[in-house]
């Protein structure tokens, strides 16, 4: 064979072997890419049920309340929680975290099991990431799944950080946690929305046992923190 016939068989076979490569890494890149939708997809099948109940929600009777002392006012149904009080302004224990927590508002429903939306104003010079980076950490939330983070903006124009157990569904979730931050930047004041839904006194409680009644509550979670918005 002479040199020309060689150099052919030689690039024939470097073509082969990049194709073949090619054809093995392109195999592999597609299999990731379908796991990565698949997780994706299963990611989202929650949070699409809730945002669907939250587009159900009639807010005609819903109640609006105003904090003058602190400059803010949101609406919530009445009719949806069992309990609603306003703590007392306190330098406390928050999240395991010594904080001056000023007014704020709560709402508990009960039932099955005890859920609370708690709405206060953190004293702190921190950014609010670098506060729950802390906070995340506590005792709070030992049984508590990692938090992912995302971002929105309200229905009424504020921009919302949002914390939220980083689960791909409720399969042997015995808890769930949100904790939204929104900022006020013309004053720095930063308020908390938190969400939490758990068992009752050490009760056995599994949330895809009940997922249609949990995701109602998280839907009006956030359909309040929605509504939420500064006034001064």
């Not at 002392?69 to 609406?75: D, T």
């Not at 939330?141 to 983070?149: G, L, M």
């Not at 309200?154 to 949002?162: F, N, P, Q, T």
């Amino acid at each position: 064979m002479n040199k020309n016939g060689k150099n052919f068989m030689k690039l024939k076979k470097i073509a082969l072997i990049s194709i073949l490569i090619l054809m093995v890494g392109g195999c592999t890149v597609q299999k990731e890419t379908e796991k990565s939708l698949s997780l994706q997809m299963n990611e989202t099948v929650y949070e699409k049920r809730i945002k669907e109940k939250m587009d159900l929600l009639d807010m005609s009777g819903w109640e609006t309340y105003h904090d003058d002392k602190h400059g803010y006012s949101l609406k919530y149904d009445s009719t949806f929680y069992d309990d609603i009080f306003e703590p007392q302004d306190i330098v406390g224990t928050t999240f395991d975290r010594i904080t001056s927590v000023q007014g704020g508002l709560i709402l508990r429903k009960h039932d099955f099991s005890s859920s609370n939306v708690d709405i206060s104003f953190l004293q702190t010079d921190q950014h609010p990431d670098d506060w729950f980076a802390e906070a995340s950490e506590s005792d709070a939330f030992f049984f508590a799944p990692n938090f992912k983070r995302t971002e929105f903006t309200s229905e009424v124009g504020e921009e919302v950080i949002r914390y939220s157990s980083d689960i791909v569904d409720w399969h042997e979730q015995e808890v769930y946690n949100e904790v939204l931050f929104i900022q006020n930047h013309e004053t720095n004041n930063i308020v908390m929305l938190s969400f939490s839904i758990g068992s009752i006194e050490g009760l056995p409680f599994y949330i895809e046992d009940y997922s249609d009644d949990v995701e109602e509550r998280i839907a009006h979670f956030l359909k309040v923190a929605n509504q939420f918005t500064f006034t001064k």
